[in-house]
Structure formats: structure tokens, C-alpha cells
């Protein structure tokens, strides 16, 4: 009996534990600077709390713009972490706590690394405001689904056209004239081809005539023949 009660213990521990993960502050979870609103859920007169949690990078978060007044139990009011329940655990060691009758007050924490207790964004999605005294839970923080993370910005370069001209001569033969084809290829980024072709033209023509004077001392000396 003691040591299947041993065995439940253990399998426990090694459950809580395994919840909890290290973090790296260059691997981005949500979008860093990302900011969730604090949502007050406990209300009661005389209680006022409001700010906002940030993201910061893979390692830190923050609370910002944050003002709080008539906390029940004083101080001991800190910042936890949860999967949308009402618990939770430490975010940072020291713990991360915020103070009662302050306001419009910036705050700065890291993810607690000791071990066994380690935290990053992967184990939690909303942060809470829990009073530890009363066991009370104050406000919380829920990260939207569109402050997930999914890399730095791109930017479209700038489309280039090449422009290519070929020009290709013509056969040419007596009597006639040459003919020059001109054809221009426009190439864009997006990798379709324009063609265009000028109608071929064609040079005046560059036989010679002949000229009926060259011919008269031709016909005197066949003339003389037939006599």
C-alpha cells in the first residue's frame, strides 16, 4: 500500500513538473510588445484595479499604466500564470508583485529560471492577478489567439524589367533589297514575356538601268558588217 502510494506521488511530481518549460528571450511565442488589457473580476466597493500586461520578449512581460486601490488583504498581490482557470503559478522568482494604492506605475519582470520551476509563454495563455492572503482572484489578462507570433514583417521588392532588343539582318539578292527585322523582348519580375516585332522593311531596290547612248557604237559597227 505505501508503495503504490509512493509510485502516486512520484508520477504527481513528475506531471508538475514536466508543465514548465525554460524559456529563450529570442524565441517568440506572441508578438513581442503585444498588449492585453487587465480585466477587473472581483468587485467589491472600494476596489479598483486597471493597466495592462505586455509581452515582452521570450523571457519577460510587463505591467503597465498600472493602477490599483482598496486591494482586500493590503499587498501580497501578484501577478500569476494560468491556462484560463482561476489558479495558476509564479511567473518570475521573486515573485512577480504589484502594490496596492499606487497608480499609473510600470513594472518589468523575468521569467523565473530556477529549477523546477521554470517559465515560458508555452506554458500559459492569460495572466492573473491573484491576492495570495485571501486566496482571491483579482483580475486577469487572456492573450488572444492573434497575438501569436508568426514572424518578422516582409517587404515585396520593387519590380525590375530587363529589356532586350534583338535585331536580326536579312538575306539580300540581286536586284533586290535588304530587309532589317527589329524584335524587342520585355522581360518583368512576375517572369512573363512581352514580344513585340516591327513590320520588316524593305531598301530601295539597287539594279542599275542601262542607257540606249552606250549602245550606238555597237549598232554603227553591226552596220558596217552587214554592208
Known sequence: MKFTTLITTISLLITYA???SICNKTNYIYKPDYVVPIKQVYNIQGFTVSGNFVIGDGCTFKVTN????????GNKVYVYGSNGTADGYDLSFPSAEVENG??????????????GSEVSYTDFNQFNLFQTTGDLLLATG???IEA?????????????????????AGTTTAGSGSTSTKTTTITTKSGSTATTSST???????????????????????????I
Not at 498600472?66 to 488583504?73: L, Q
Not at 499606487?102 to 529549477?115: E, G, H, I, L, P
Not at 501569436?148 to 536580326?168: D, F, I, L, N, S
Open 18 to 20: 514536466s508543465a514548465y
Open 200 to 226: 520588316p522593311t524593305s531598301s530601295p531596290s539597287s539594279s542599275k538601268k542601262i542607257d540606249p547612248r552606250g549602245l550606238l557604237p555597237f549598232v554603227g559597227l553591226l552596220m558596217l558588217m552587214v
Open 102 to 115: 499606487v497608480t499609473n506605475k510600470d513594472y518589468t519582470f523575468t521569467f523565473s529560471n530556477q529549477a
Open 148 to 168: 501569436k507570433y508568426t514572424g518578422p514583417a516582409t517587404t515585396t521588392a520593387a519590380a525590375t524589367t530587363t529589356v532586350t532588343v534583338t535585331t536580326a
Open 66 to 73: 498600472f493602477s490599483m486601490t482598496g486591494a482586500p488583504g
Open 142 to 144: 487572456a492573450i488572444p
